[in-house]
């Protein structure tokens, strides 16, 4: 799986899935740019790649527009596009209140469409754009609709987008994380011994037994952006230990 002389830009990179991607890329021989919205995280783990540190508020229209053009200083096209950020909170029926539904939705969904509508001119024909969904988006979970519902939509773009991108030859696929043990579960809003406790029913029903690892991701990612995935449109790949299989 070879990334040879291609260019590669993936959001929210500084941790994580997104983070273990960049390493997967940069090792398969690709010059890799990350976002972040942390500016001196960004650059820290850019430095530690190696990468490109480009910052963006995914939920800022104007700041994705920003992402287009540094993209395009720094690279003459761009091949792979992995759409990686996101956030993910607990959002409970009765206590949601419509501000977290617009971060979610925002970020999630809103700022994953137009970074692909931003990024697009610089795509080339044989590129591949990667959205990261989740299992979520298979199984219902108590407490977690509206983020499951980002997830959901981000497999309808999947399919859609690559019907719509077919004739300019640019694939767009999905990777589906299972539970994955990253920085991410801290920031749910759930207190810590309910998230302790969540966990530990989950990992019970994994039939793998364990959270994924964010490298486990990482290659899927890889081979969705190598050539070895070229009869793949609109496809979702699950990386999930069988827990939305099984």
């Known amino acids: ?4 002389g291609r260019t590669a ?8 899935i997104g983070r273990a991607t960049a390493e997967a890329f940069v090792a398969a021989g690709a010059r890799v740019a990350i976002t972040g919205q942390d500016r001196e995280r960004l650059a820290t783990a850019a430095a530690l790649l190696p990468a490109i540190p480009l910052h ?7 700041s994705i527009a920003a992402l287009r053009t540094a993209a395009a200083a720094a690279f003459p096209r761009l091949d792979v596009l992995f759409v990686n950020a996101g956030v993910a909170f ?17 970020i999630n969904l809103k700022g994953a469409f137009f970074t692909v509508q931003a990024l697009l ?5 044989g590129g591949s754009i990667i959205l990261n969904t989740s299992w979520l988006a298979e199984v219902g979970t108590p407490g977690l609709s509206l983020l499951s519902a980002s997830k959901a939509a981000l497999r309808s773009l999947a399919r859609n987008l690559s019907a719509e991108l077919l ?3 640019i694939r767009v696929n999905a990777v589906s994380p299972g539970a994955t043990d990253t920085p991410i579960h801290a920031k749910t809003g759930m207190a810590p011994d309910a998230l302790a406790a969540f966990a530990d029913r989950l990992r019970g029903a994994i039939p793998l037994g364990r959270f994924g ?3 486990n991701v990482a290659a899927a990612a890889l081979f969705l952006a190598s050539d070895r995935s070229s009869y793949m449109l609109g496809a979702e790949m699950s990386v999930d ?3 939305a299989q099984l």
């Open 1 to 4: 799986m070879d990334l040879g």
């Open 241 to 243: 230990g069988g827990f």
């Open 121 to 125: 001119p610089l795509m080339q024909r």
């Open 56 to 62: 963006a508020e995914m939920r800022d229209l104007a």
């Open 9 to 16: 830009l993936i959001t929210g990179g500084t941790s994580g």
């Open 90 to 106: 607990a959002t409970p029926i009765e206590t949601t209140d419509d501000a977290l539904y617009d971060r979610i939705m925002d």
């Open 167 to 169: 004739p300019r030859g």
């Open 213 to 215: 690892r964010p490298d």
